[in-house]
């Protein structure tokens, strides 16, 4: 299929870029990667009247850096740039969690900016910025702010982004050396039934395709920190959910894949 006409506008800097959806209106999108918005228009299940590109804005915006402990990742760095970099241990679980995302051709073009407002409750960068207590750098027309990942996102592909908002900077702020992301598709590359994010030194417990947005899960997390068992923290995990039913998999099964998921990520984590 191919999208509903629409206007192409090429931004030149963020603020110029800005200053264009605020102009265009609500009928405007940005375009980033576009890996998901792009389908979306395909499929004409987004219909925006105009598109803002964000692709000659890389200079500014696709940078990935350790400094004073905390690891910052520009906006349009790409899922595939994260996966080759050379980081310590403390953001192994970053480089990892990218085999999940997609094929090859989607983590060269998608980017981690994109993901996270797009706000999938599946998405991987959903899931690590809940994890990691990630702060997203958010620029608009009143200038920027700092928007903790556990207030990034309301719902089905909802967050509180203002529509001319552009993510600039993603903030993780400690390191996580025995932390993994897993999750199961049908097939490799699919969208992930369920995902799951553990962090055994915060007693972090993250879960994806439960819930209409990324979800902590503190029944869970209480079980780790009290020393329980994971096998434990995995049941506690599934008994805490009510997840949907869809052409995937029913309620019961996304409890069992929750308890398989929740309980191989605390294994995994702790041979780091």
Not at 121 to 131: I, S
Not at 142 to 169: K, M, N
Not at 190 to 195: G, H, T
Not at 236 to 258: K, Q
Request: net charge negative; proline share 6%; hydrophobic share 45%.
């Amino acid at each position: 299929m191919k999208p509903a006409p629409f206007t192409y506008h090429r931004a030149r800097d963020v603020a110029g870029a800005i200053s264009l959806l605020v102009e265009l209106g609500e009928d405007a999108r940005y375009l980033a990667g576009g890996q998901s918005l792009v389908a979306m228009m395909n499929f004409r299940l987004a219909r925006p009247a105009h598109l803002v590109d964000l692709g000659g804005l890389r200079g500014e915006l696709a940078r990935l850096h350790e400094e004073d402990g905390a690891l910052r990742v520009g906006a349009l760095t790409t899922h595939h740039e994260v996966e080759r970099a050379p980081l310590g241990p403390g953001f192994a679980v970053l480089r990892e969690a990218m085999r999940w995302v997609g094929h090859l051709p989607i983590r060269t073009r998608g980017t981690v900016g994109g993901s996270l407002a797009h706000g999938d409750a599946t998405a991987e960068w959903c899931l690590l910025a809940l994890l990691l207590d990630a702060e997203v750098i958010v620029q608009g027309a009143g200038g920027h702010r700092r928007v903790p990942a556990g207030d990034l996102f309301l719902g089905c592909y909802t967050t509180t982004l203002a529509p001319e908002e552009l993510i600039v900077e993603v903030v993780f702020p400690r390191p996580a050396p025995r932390a993994v992301l897993t999750e199961h598709a049908e097939r490799r590359g699919d969208f992930a039934i369920v995902a799951a994010a553990v962090d055994l030194d915060a007693h972090r417990v993250v879960l994806g395709g439960v819930a209409p947005a990324p979800v902590r899960v503190p029944a869970a997390e209480a079980v780790l920190a009290g020393g329980g068992t994971f096998a434990e923290c995995a049941e506690a995990a599934a008994a805490a959910i009510d997840p949907p039913s869809d052409r995937n998999g029913g309620s019961g099964y996304r409890r069992v894949l929750t308890r398989t998921l929740v309980q191989r990520a605390c294994e995994a984590a702790m041979t780091r």
